[in-house]
T-cell receptor, first 115, second 115 residues
Framework: DGGITQSPKYLFRKEGQNVTLSCEQN?????MYWYRQDPGQGLRLIYY???????QKGDIAEGYSVSREKKESFPLTVTSAQKNPTAFYLC??????????????FGSGTRLTVV | AQSVSQHNHHVILSEAASLELGCNYS??????LFWYVQYPGQHLQLLLK??????LVKGIKGFEAEFIKSKFSFNLRKPSVQWSDTAEYFC?????????????FGQGTTLQVKP
C-alpha cells in the first residue's frame, strides 16, 4: 500500500541535542511538507520541498533544518536552537500536478518530547 | 498576513444534533478550501474540498460545506452527528499567490459527540 511512513512514533530528546525525524513516502509525490501541531494552534508549516534538492522555509522554520536528497525522503532535524520543540510533527506529501489539485496525504506523526 | 480562523475550539453535541463549524479566511481572489478531520489515533484525512463551481460541496460521511465568497467563509455542516464523528476538524486554505500546494490551516475544532 502506498503512503507516508514517519518514524519514530515517539521521541524523547534531552535539552541541547539535535534529533532527526524521518519521513518516507512511496507515492511518487513531488512535494513534501513538515507541519508542527500544537493544541489550539492547528498545523503550522515548518519547511516544504517541491522537488529534489530544493526546499523552502515555512512560517516557523527557525530551529529546524531539512534535506531532500531523494524524492521519497524528507527528514526534519530539530536543532538545539529550537526553543520549544515539544510538539506533534506531521509530514505530508502531494502529487501537485494540475494547479489547485493539491490533496495532501499525511503521515501518522511523531510526538517529540524534550526531557 | 494570510490566516484562517476557526471560531469554535471545542464543541460538545449529543448524537443526532446538527453541526456547523465556522471557518473564515483572510485572502482575496481565488482560493482553494479544504476541511480535514483527525479521528483519535488516526491520520489526518480529507473530508471535502472546494476549488470552483457549486459553492455547496459534499464530502465523505455526510459532511458538506458552503463557500460564501462575500463572507470569506467555508463553514462545515452535518445535519445529524454520530458518536463516531468525535474528532478534531481543521479548515485549510491554499491562497491565490501560492503555486506550491502550501496550505494554511486553522487552529482546529475539537468535536465531542455524546452517545
Amino acid at each position: 500500500d502506498g503512503g507516508i511512513t514517519q518514524s519514530p512514533k515517539y521521541l524523547f530528546r534531552k535539552e541541547g541535542q539535535n534529533v532527526t525525524l524521518s519521513c518516507e513516502q512511496n507515492l511518487n509525490h513531488d512535494a513534501m511538507y513538515w507541519y508542527r501541531q500544537d493544541p489550539g494552534q492547528g498545523l503550522r508549516l515548518i519547511y516544504y520541498s517541491q522537488i529534489v534538492n530544493d526546499f523552502q522555509k515555512g512560517d516557523i522554520a527557525e530551529g529546524y533544518s531539512v534535506s531532500r536528497e531523494k524524492k521519497e525522503s524528507f527528514p526534519l532535524t530539530v536543532t538545539s536552537a529550537q526553543k520549544n520543540p515539544t510538539a506533534f510533527y506531521l509530514c505530508a506529501s502531494t502529487a501537485g500536478g494540475r494547479q489547485g489539485d493539491y490533496g495532501y496525504t499525511f503521515g501518522s506523526g511523531t510526538r517529540l518530547t524534550v526531557v | 498576513a494570510q490566516s484562517v480562523s476557526q471560531h469554535n475550539h471545542h464543541v460538545i453535541l449529543s448524537e443526532a444534533a446538527s453541526l456547523e463549524l465556522g471557518c473564515n479566511y483572510s485572502y482575496g481572489g481565488t482560493v482553494n478550501l479544504f476541511w480535514y478531520v483527525q479521528y483519535p489515533g488516526q491520520h489526518l484525512q480529507l473530508l471535502l474540498k472546494y476549488f470552483s463551481g457549486d459553492p455547496l460541496v459534499k464530502g465523505i460521511k455526510g459532511f458538506e460545506a458552503e463557500f460564501i465568497k462575500s463572507k470569506f467563509s467555508f463553514n462545515l455542516r452535518k445535519p445529524s452527528v454520530q458518536w463516531s464523528d468525535t474528532a478534531e476538524y481543521f479548515c485549510a486554505v491554499r491562497g491565490p499567490s501560492s503555486n506550491t500546494g502550501k496550505l494554511i490551516f486553522g487552529q482546529g475544532t475539537t468535536l465531542q459527540v455524546k452517545p
